[in-house]
């Protein structure tokens, strides 16, 4: 139950993470909103955060699956978090609005 | 070359693509198909649909087929039921050499005929791996090249991509046909990227011994003594010569309870019986390596009369990280969520090489026209058959599997040969279309060849998964039904290639599309 509890959380903050850092650039920013933001400052912590959840994502994968499996399925994993979330911001960009929202809410961005 | 680095890697990155590229996309195809290869088999070999039971009693279903195959075997193997097999396949060696294959339904313990395919695993396996070309293993050779070029492109790509970070989500699928291209190359290049190095690498080094066979020499010395030195300490074959005297088989059941005592939570998953019949007979258990990433070498050596233990061997820790390495690209281990991830980034390689082309086909189109070169028509011919040519090759050798008989013989070739015959004389017509079909003017990209052919395509995926249901009676509903998710699953995928084909194939037909 806990092995299945930490492979959820690993694949949703990969996917989390990718989406941060992927908000973190000016042209997805853009794409998914219409506000402007300062970029500048958000890039960092949306970069920073964002890969933090990717290195995140590797012990929860490896408490879940072992290590053997873990660091496989971390590292494939990596390639179709990051597919998803370039898919997403092609064809249903509106769909990390909430979370654009909520960064700039948080993160006085 | 260019008068930059930067150049110099864009010539490399190009003509590497160019020259390598087709090669490149049927081994990335077939290592994408060998993910699923042993469910391919259970598709292609209806026979061995069978319900594997919970407890298997190998003295009851084998030791009858061990014993009439007693006076002309010298060794006979049984691979065990999995998760991805249900049946028992046995292989056996006559003293000529000569093999043999039989199948057997654990739970009857009747003999299931020769399916006559070769299927995922005889066919699709090795052409990823050897293209399927045998003499002087230039087959070997020329996938070595090109998974060097492989690894060539992806570097020389990262080196070339000017905005790989700001880049790195980017794909814009409602630009321009030739910016959406190059965004998707771009996009499956530096996303897959760790898996397709990685994968690369892993498969040049599991042929280290092909590429470099005299490299044993540094540790072990020259002559055949010293490679058999290194075989030995590598994978511990254990051996011993027969002494002509008749001896039953003990309890191979016993044996594999043993086999499991001696590995604390690991099964058997094939047993071999050499020099079955005799006194100094011995049987070779392998553990399975369903488990694990690593595909460990552990054998236990049983004498065949007595069921006594003779020898254990378990690999060194170089040996074991090589198995590592080689698990890594083979996927032998029971885990479906990688398995699936494996085949989508295998496609995501399809797509990159596949992409890599297009882009060079219309990026150049127009400028070779008007120089009168012919390079983008011979190009664009080779790869419309390079990429839906072997597409539609491999739809064609499922739809001949359900269309011959079980005894089907032509020209002196059986049935598994027939249906490799179809695959190639396909493939090759794939190419004849390609030329016949070329654009005219040579401005114009080949609309009406990559669309007849996903029509093609469309067309006998469909009818591989009809024909699968009218020849077995195992339609999609009953498969589900049943819990059969390994030849539904290839149903479904075959349906959901058909729905790509037609969706492709129907959007090269708008006036739009395929711009230069």
Redesign the interface.
């Known amino acids: 139950m806990l092995g299945t509890l930490s492979l959820i959380l690993a694949c949703a903050t990969s996917v989390l993470g990718f989406c941060l850092l992927a908000l973190g650039q000016e042209r997805h920013w853009n794409t998914v909103t219409s506000f402007e933001v300062n970029m500048r400052k958000g890039h960092r912590f949306l970069f920073w955060t964002g890969l933090s959840g990717q290195l995140f994502a590797l012990p929860l994968m490896i408490y879940s699956q072992g290590p053997g499996f873990g660091a496989l399925l971390w590292g494939v994993l990596l390639t179709a978090t990051a597919s998803l979330v370039a898919f997403t911001l092609a064809w249903r960009p509106r769909l990390l609005l909430p979370l654009a929202l909520r960064i700039r809410r948080h993160a006085s961005i | 070359m260019g008068d930059t680095f930067r150049k110099s890697m864009a010539w490399l990155h190009t003509w590497s693509g160019v020259v390598m590229g087709s090669v490149l996309f049927a081994i990335f195809w077939m290592g994408t198909l060998s993910v699923f290869d042993q469910e391919f088999d259970r598709w292609m070999q209806p026979g061995t649909r069978v319900v594997a039971p919970t407890i298997i009693s190998l003295d009851k279903a084998i030791k009858p087929v061990v014993a009439a195959l007693t006076d002309e075997a010298v060794q006979i193997g049984i691979s065990l039921p999995n998760d991805r097999i249900s049946h028992l396949r046995i292989t056996y060696r006559d003293a000529s050499g000569n093999r043999g294959t039989l199948g057997v339904d654990p739970t009857t313990q009747l003999l299931i005929p020769d399916q006559g395919s070769l299927s995922g695993t005889g066919f699709f396996f090795p052409f990823h791996f050897s293209l399927q070309v045998k003499w002087f293993s230039i087959g070997y050779w020329l996938v070595g090249l090109a998974g060097m070029a492989m690894l060539a492109l992806l570097v020389s790509g990262v080196i070339i991509h000017k905005k790989i970070f700001?880049d790195?989500?980017?794909?814009?699928?409602r630009k321009q046909l030739q910016r959406a291209t190059l965004d998707l190359h771009n996009?499956t290049g530096v996303?897959?990227l760790?898996?397709h190095f990685?994968i690369t690498l892993s498969g040049l080094i599991i042929f280290i011994q092909v590429y470099f066979p005299n490299a044993y020499e540094g540790a072990y010395g020259q002559g055949k003594a010293a490679q058999a030195a290194m075989q030995l300490e590598a994978t511990g074959r254990y051996k011993r010569a027969r002494i002509n005297q008749p001896a039953p088989l003990a309890s191979l059941d016993a044996m594999l309870a043993e086999a499991e005592r001696q590995w604390p939570g690991g099964k058997a998953q094939f047993v071999r019986v050499w020099h079955p019949g005799d006194a100094a007979g011995y049987v070779e258990v392998r553990r399975s390596v369903a488990d694990?990433?690593?595909m460990n070498l552990d054998q236990l050596y049983f004498d065949a009369a007595t069921g006594a233990l003779l020898h254990r061997f378990e690999a060194s820790p170089v040996i074991t990280a090589q198995r590592?390495i080689s698990g890594?690209h083979f996927v032998q281990?029971d885990?479906w969520?990688?398995r699936w991830?494996?085949f989508?980034?295998g496609l995501?390689g399809c797509i990159m090489t596949a992409t890599g082309f297009l882009f060079w086909l219309a990026s150049r189109r127009v400028s070779h026209a008007k120089k009168g070169l012919a390079g983008v028509r011979v190009v664009e011919a080779l790869t419309v058959g390079s990429l839906t040519g072997i597409l539609i090759a491999t739809m064609a050798f499922l739809v001949v599997n359900r269309l011959l008989p079980l005894e089907a013989r032509f020209a002196g070739q059986d049935r598994a040969a027939l249906e490799v015959w179809a695959f190639y004389l396909v493939w090759l017509a794939t190419f004849v279309h390609a030329v016949l079909r070329r654009a005219d003017p040579a401005t114009k990209p080949a609309r009406r060849a990559w669309q007849e052919q996903c029509w093609v395509l469309a067309l006998l995926a469909m009818l591989a998964v009809a024909l699968n249901a009218v020849s077995t009676g195992d339609h999609l509903f009953a498969t589900t039904m049943r819990a059969d998710w390994q030849v539904a699953g290839v149903d479904l995928l075959l349906l959901l290639g058909a729905s790509l084909a037609i969706w492709t194939a129907r959007r090269i037909g708008r006036p739009s599309q395929l711009k230069g």
């Open positions: 700001v790195f989500f980017l794909f814009r699928p996009l996303l897959g760790p898996f990685l694990e990433v690593t590592f890594m281990f885990h969520g990688l991830l494996y989508f980034a995501s």
